[in-house]
């Protein structure tokens, strides 16, 4: 818009100080053209304020505050999401997810989608094993993919991406661009989900930005307790983005991004070496994981 057809300002900017000056910036936005804008803008202009009044915030502290944001700025990019992370340590994440993902108590709950997905990721068909090469012992991971009323959802597309047991994803390897632990393939014509992977460890999430300063500013672990990422898309359906937690984990109760839910718990079981559920002859100790994913279908 040209600046001399802005509506004209028609309240004062001058000499404002504490709650009038609040007021002044709220009123700016009073002409926006999206309401939400303005409701979201508004929102945030109070609290803001407010936040600041309540600390007393300090120019040194306000300095700090800025060139924070700045750094994780310039740390951020197309590998990297210092903004998602520091969301994620703030608790914004999962509030975010819970606000939106207001549904059936039989639906799958969702969690936080973290910053190590990728897309692209290789095709294998029920059964494969995904692992690549990741370290760690074999783990069958297996169950269904069904509606909240329980019926089969064929050919739902399952994204699966996981660290190893040191606790590192594929991506975050500086010196080898091996694909590991990820992968997507299709549950069968009953639902029917299967793949061989590793059984996961808990990890820190990456420490070495402005997200880890404050952590350790805080005095704040930054683990996360063993889990394995999946999305799961289904057409007509709600995508479900979520993890599955093992039972047992010394982390369940302070991960760093406050993504666990109860329902997202199951057991890895030991096995000794023998015939596993596929039918297939393991020389070494081996896992099982079973879990059911519900979605939610989308309303006309
Ligand atoms: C993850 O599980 O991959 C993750 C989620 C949030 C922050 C960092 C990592
Ligand atoms: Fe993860």
């Given at each position: 818009m040209d600046q001399d057809t802005?509506?004209?300002?028609?309240?004062?900017?001058?000499?404002?100080?504490?709650?009038?000056?609040?007021?002044?910036?709220?009123?700016?936005?009073?002409?926006?053209?999206?309401?939400?804008?303005?409701?979201?803008?508004?929102?945030?202009?109070?609290?803001?304020?407010?936040?600041?009044?309540?600390?007393?915030?300090?120019e040194e502290e306000w300095f700090k505050g800025i060139d924070y944001l700045t750094r994780i700025g310039h740390i951020t990019d197309d590998q990297r999401q210092e903004f998602v992370l520091l969301s994620d340590i703030l608790g914004i994440s999962m509030l975010v997810i819970?606000?939106?993902?207001?549904?059936?108590?039989?639906?799958?709950?969702?969690?936080?989608?973290?910053?190590?997905?990728?897309?692209?990721?290789?095709?294998?068909?029920?059964?494969?094993?995904?692992?690549?090469?990741?370290?760690?012992?074999?783990?069958?991971?297996?169950?269904?993919?069904?509606?909240?009323?329980?019926e089969p959802l064929p050919d739902a597309r399952i994204e699966i991406w996981q660290a190893d047991d040191n606790g590192f994803y594929d991506v975050q390897s500086q010196e080898?661009?091996?694909?590991?632990?990820?992968?997507?393939?299709?549950?069968?014509?009953?639902?029917?989900?299967?793949?061989?992977?590793?059984?996961?460890?808990?990890?820190?999430?990456p420490e070495d930005g402005p997200v880890g300063e404050l952590l350790e500013a805080a005095n704040r672990s930054p683990m996360r307790p063993a889990h394995v990422h999946f999305m799961i898309k289904v057409p007509g359906y709600k995508t479900l983005i979520t993890h599955v937690f093992?039972?047992?984990?010394?982390?369940?109760?302070?991960?760093?991004?406050?993504?666990?839910?109860?329902?997202?718990i199951t057991s890895f079981d030991r096995h000794e070496p023998g015939i596993a559920p596929d039918g297939k002859k393991m020389d070494v100790p081996f896992y099982t994981m079973h879990y059911d994913f519900f979605l939610m279908p989308i309303k006309e």
């Open positions: 802005k509506k004209p300002i028609t309240y004062g900017t001058r000499n404002l100080a504490d709650e009038d000056l609040t007021q002044a910036v709220l009123a700016t936005f009073e002409n926006s053209s999206s309401e939400r804008f303005q409701k979201v803008m508004q929102s945030l202009v109070r609290h803001l304020h407010a936040f600041v009044k309540d600390v007393e915030l300090t819970d606000i939106n993902n207001k549904q059936s108590p039989e639906a799958t709950a969702s969690t936080v989608f973290g910053p190590f997905f990728v897309e692209g990721s290789p095709r294998f068909a029920n059964g494969d094993d995904i692992a690549n090469g990741a370290s760690g012992e074999p783990c069958f991971m297996h169950g269904h993919v069904l509606s909240i009323a329980g080898s661009s091996q694909v590991y632990g990820r992968g997507h393939l299709y549950a069968d014509e009953a639902g029917n989900y299967s793949f061989w992977s590793v059984r996961p460890e808990a990890y820190p999430i093992k039972e047992g984990d010394q982390y369940l109760d302070s991960d760093a991004v406050f993504g666990v839910r109860s329902s997202l």
